[in-house]
């Protein structure tokens, strides 16, 4: 069955004209590529285009990927960095986030435990806003190593870059992030 296939093999059979391999793949990994984007932007647009233009560049360029490199889904979420990063270039470094601003306009909280909804919204809108406020390079290996849970060695390759310098960044990355919270929270965490 085609669901049970690698991505290599799906990667094999899309260059090879296979539609329902590209179907299968792209349902596969166009959610974690969207919530990946979607936290590095904050931006659901941004996300849009690049995982639109990631599952682009797999059909222009997948031929070429190298199976030395590391796994198709670790090249996938290079390329979906690569263009959130130039969306970002392009449209600025840090852009408002849509889903914020529409949970802010549903009113979203409601119901017996608004108190703790509010909390944990106003924790949620917190740490949204930190990590976004992060250097890219900091926020790329925080949201694949801690949201997206990929391993060290899975982001190193999507980032071309060495495990350790993923270690270094994502420790970087988590004081960083503890700080501007405590700054958020007016708290010691």
């Given amino acids: 069955m085609m669901g049970d296939a690698s991505d290599e093999d799906l990667l094999l059979r899309m260059t090879r004209g296979d539609e329902e391999a590209f179907t299968v793949l792209y349902r596969r990994r166009q959610g974690a590529l969207y919530r990946f984007a979607l936290r590095m932007s904050g931006s659901a647009s941004i996300a849009e ?3 639109q233009e990631t599952f ?11 199976r030395a490199r590391g796994p198709v889904g670790s090249w996938l979420f290079g390329v979906a960095r ?10 600025g470094r840090y852009v408002a986030s849509e889903e914020r601003e529409m949970e802010a306009a549903r009113g979203a ?19 949204r806003q930190s990590l976004l406020s ?4 900091y926020r790329e290996v925080a949201v694949m190593c801690d949201m997206q849970e990929m391993s060290y060695a899975e982001a190193a390759k999507a980032i071309g870059c060495p495990v350790g310098t993923v270690r270094s960044r994502l420790s970087r990355a988590r004081e960083m992030l503890a700080e501007k919270m405590r700054a958020r929270m007016g708290c010691s965490l």
């Fill in 49 to 51: 285009e690049a995982v």
């Fill in 56 to 66: 682009l560049a797999l059909i222009r360029d997948g031929g070429r990927w190298d």
């Fill in 82 to 91: 690569n263009q959130v990063l130039r969306c970002l270039d392009r449209d």
């Fill in 109 to 127: 909280v409601s119901g017996d435990g608004a108190f703790e909804d509010l909390s944990r919204a106003e924790n949620s809108e917190a740490l």
């Fill in 134 to 137: 992060l250097p890219p390079h």
